[in-house]
């Protein structure tokens, strides 16, 4: 299975401090993406980071790949109370549609 | 700008009954099509996904059928549901290969 696994399952921190999920994956990947889901609702997409990249930066957003450690980490700073949320990482890979396979997630939240 | 609807929010059936839930897509043409399952606390997995009108690919073997009638329209079926089938149906579209899923707001289906 190609499913990403985050790490840790629930993080709990207070506001204004930073937050770090981290991603793993088993294959080859094309990209790899962050989303984001409040509670019962759908997941938004955050960011999408390729293969051939290794971080990017979205506002207080910061994701990092290793490849060669098939590994990713999505960074939020400076976090408030309306990033209480699950946290997503889907890997792409193509075979006619795109096919994103997602983790369980990471339940964050923050305390005022 | 792209919109995708999504309904009932919620439904409760029992045992045994059919179930047809609807998803539309507007302000896009040809987008890939997608339909994943939620359970409670736990990553989305992807039932069906459809790259146009007719074409559909099933990703697990399960009590369920889609359909794409139009080119924006999916529908996720079952002509008996089972008490395994409950959870968060979630349908996302893709405008561009390999690009971000944008995502409904998902039906809460309990089987009763």
């Known amino acids: 299975s190609q499913q990403g696994e985050e790490d840790p399952q629930a993080l709990s921190i207070q506001e204004g401090e930073n937050a770090t999920m981290n991603c793993s994956y088993k294959?080859?990947?094309?990209?790899l993406q962050w989303y984001r889901q409040n509670s019962g609702r759908g997941l938004v997409h955050l960011i999408l980071?390729?293969?051939?990249?290794r971080e990017k930066h979205s506002g207080r957003l910061r994701v990092t790949l290793d490849t060669s450690k098939k590994s990713s980490s999505l960074l939020i700073t400076a976090s408030r109370a309306a990033d209480t949320a699950s946290y997503f990482c889907?890997?792409?890979?193509?075979?006619?549609?795109?096919?994103?396979?997602f983790g369980q997630g990471t339940r964050l939240t923050i305390n005022p | 700008s792209q919109t995708i609807h999504q309904w009932p929010a919620t439904l409760v059936q029992p045992v045994g009954s059919p179930l047809s839930l609807e998803c539309t897509v507007e302000?896009?043409?040809?987008?890939?099509l997608y339909w994943y399952r939620q359970a409670a606390g736990r990553g989305l997995q992807l039932l069906f996904y459809?790259?146009?009108?007719?074409?559909i690919s099933s990703e697990v073997p399960q009590n369920l059928s889609a359909s794409r009638p139009q080119d924006r329209q999916f529908i996720l079926s079952s002509k008996k549901l089972l008490l395994s089938d409950s959870g968060f149906y979630l349908c996302?579209?893709?405008?561009?290969?390999?690009?971000?899923?944008?995502f409904g707001n998902g039906t809460r289906l309990t089987v009763t």
């Open positions: 996302a579209w893709e405008g561009v290969s390999r690009s971000p899923l944008h």
């Open positions: 980071i390729r293969s051939n990249e």
């Open positions: 302000g896009t043409s040809n987008p890939n």
């Open positions: 889907a890997t792409g890979y193509l075979q006619g549609a795109q096919k994103l396979v």
């Open positions: 294959t080859s990947i094309n990209n």
């Open positions: 459809s790259v146009g009108i007719g074409q």
